[in-house]
């Protein structure tokens, strides 16, 4: 092994778990009640929403039709499984057209 | 350490996460088969899965490698690309509430968007569950977190051996996986927190900013409008008289 990248990595690994920790330690802090607690209460879903958007946005007609299925399944249920094994098994197919 | 790793709420953890594993494994092989093409050897590409475990920084890594190494813009990549787990550890932390520092501190070392998706939507659905069929949340957590890590780390190591024979994961719908996941989830946590408006703030912010931006903006840009308008909406609740 490359000690320059062993260093290298060991940089990566510090900034990463360095980012991760604040943001454990800054969860401690937050509001647990009041305007900021509730809008704190759609952070998760609003982070999702905004990984998913640009990534379905940039697919073409076998993701949307892909992402129109998890979401029927999705509201349906519980499970994490049925929705992503539709999902992929969908798009696979219809990427095949 | 206990309350991290109490056995009812690792299995529990790891088969929550077992499907989304599948395709991190599916990812992992072409990180590996990509290292090896970069000349990082067998060693180095398990260590880097080790220390890094983070797939977007470890591909975005591997895009800008080059001889010599470019220090700075990867080390700068790393930073902007991990912005977004602040948001994830400070939401994972209020929901894993009463959890120690120390423990919180272990637990941090393995925060990526999967996990993290997959603990806030145990959170938010576990109780409408009876009491004994709830997991303790830090295991599941680290449920997820030790299946993942140790998926990656495997999958780096497997693509790395096999190479140029690792096949594009799109031609059997597994990159679909990533998102269609993130969308059940949300449609998940949407269901218990109804929302439109914050999705509909979130959602287009993030598509702009990705449009105009670039990097990994759109998820802080998408996160703080989306909470914004949330914050904006929110009636303070009246007591009855």
């Known amino acids: 092994m490359r000690p320059e990248l062993i260093l290298l990595f060991a940089g990566m690994g510090a900034i990463n778990y360095a980012v991760r920790a604040a943001g454990m330690l800054v969860g401690e802090l937050l509001p647990k009640e009041g305007r900021l607690a509730a809008a704190l209460t759609q952070l998760p879903a609003a982070i999702l929403i905004s990984l998913v958007a640009p990534l379905l946005l940039h697919g073409g007609g076998a993701e949307w039709a892909g992402a129109a299925i998890v979401a029927a399944i999705a509201s349906r249920s519980e499970g994490l499984l049925l929705p992503l094994a539709a999902g992929v098994v969908a798009v696979a197919l219809l990427r095949l057209i | ?241």
């Open chain 2, 1 to 241: 350490m206990r309350a991290l790793f109490e056995s009812y709420g690792l299995r529990a953890g790891a088969r929550r996460c077992a499907p989304i594993a599948l395709s991190v494994f599916a990812y992992g092989l072409v990180f590996g088969a990509l290292a090896a093409q970069d000349g990082l050897s067998l060693g180095e590409t398990g260590l880097m899965s080790a220390i890094v475990f983070s797939g977007s920084v470890q591909f975005v890594a591997l895009g800008l490698w080059a001889t010599p190494l470019p220090v700075a813009a990867l080390l700068i990549a790393t930073f902007l690309l991990s912005l977004r787990l602040v948001l994830m550890g400070a939401t994972l932390r209020r929901a894993l509430a009463g959890i120690s520092t120390g423990r919180a501190l272990v637990a941090a070392w393995f925060v990526t968007d999967e996990n993290w998706a997959l603990t806030m939507s145990e959170a938010a659905q576990r109780g409408s569950r009876p009491e004994a069929q709830r997991p303790p949340l830090a295991s599941f957590f680290m449920g997820t977190s030790i299946l993942l890590y140790g998926t990656w780390i495997a999958a780096g190591i497997v693509g790395h051996l096999i190479g140029g024979a690792v096949g594009d994961p799109k031609h059997l719908g597994f990159d679909f996986a990533f998102p269609a996941m993130f969308l059940a989830l949300s449609i998940g946590l949407g269901r218990r927190h109804p929302n439109v408006l914050v999705w509909l703030a979130s959602a287009a912010s993030a598509i702009l900013a990705e449009r105009y931006l670039g990097g990994a903006w759109h998820i802080l840009v998408g996160a703080g409008a989306g909470i914004a308008v949330a914050a904006l909406g929110h009636k303070t609740p009246r007591r009855a008289p």
